[in-house]
């Protein structure tokens, strides 16, 4: 299955954070889901092959990686406040449209 | 981009009685409609999808309808009982496998 880590993390503002998937096994699209407390998440960004396939509406300093061996990560740059929230990532093909897969997310607080 | 509206925001029913849960979208060309149940705490589950050229689809005690012309699609679930209380996401997607969530329903099952 699709995992993560850490499972939590605390960070002050203005700091930087990395957060860690490992998809599921053959995937070859990871995407980033940012979950703030009692709301639906919303989509940050999606890798296929290593490269960003698509992005919504988060700024520059949210950026991210996908490696071969089935890795990616999140990085976020000059935490702020609103960014305290649980961070999923979910991995899928890419066959237009078809089930995505949620590791169990990095509840990431900034303070 | 793609919005998706859910209501209601919470929903008490008996142990027994049916819940629906209704969600409307914007983006005519989505195909990809996942319904998701999360757990305090935990990740979101699958828990039923449908794609565009289907006008239905029923799992056990659990069914999802769309309607392509109205744009809005819906779940029913009957026969309630405690277990299903959580809360419950609607998403849209298109080709590109990028979800877009609505804002999550609360589900109280009473015994």
């Known amino acids: 299955g699709v995992t993560q880590s850490p499972t939590h993390l605390i960070k002050t503002r203005g700091q930087q954070v990395t957060l860690r998937c490992s998809s599921q096994?053959?995937?070859?699209?990871v995407s980033w889901y940012q979950q703030a407390l009692g709301q639906g998440p919303q989509f940050i960004f999606q890798?296929?092959?290593?490269?960003?396939?698509g992005r919504g509406n988060f700024p520059p300093r949210f950026s991210g990686l996908q490696f071969p061996n089935d890795s990616s990560e999140l990085n976020v740059n000059a935490l702020e406040l609103d960014d305290s929230a649980l961070y999923l990532c979910?991995?899928?093909?890419?066959?237009?449209?078809?089930?995505?897969?949620f590791g169990p997310g990095t509840r990431l607080t900034v303070l | 981009g793609e919005n998706v509206e859910q209501h209601p925001s919470t929903l008490s029913v008996q142990e027994g009685d049916s819940a629906v849960i209704k969600c409307t979208y914007s983006d005519s060309a989505s195909n990809y409609f996942p319904w998701y149940k999360q757990e305090l705490g935990k990740r979101p589950q699958l828990i039923i999808d449908?794609?565009?050229?289907?006008g239905e689809k029923k799992d056990q005690r659990i069914a999802v309808t769309l309607n392509k012309t109205a744009k809005h699609f819906s779940l029913h679930i009957t026969e309630t009982q405690p277990e299903d209380s959580a809360v419950y996401f609607c998403a849209a997607s298109n080709a590109g496998n990028m979800l877009t969530f609505g804002g999550g329903t609360r589900l109280m099952v009473k015994p």
């Open positions: 096994s053959g995937h070859n699209t």
């Open positions: 979910a991995s899928s093909f890419i066959t237009g449209g078809g089930e995505q897969f």
């Open positions: 890798y296929y092959r290593e490269e960003e396939n």
């Open positions: 449908i794609r565009s050229n289907v």
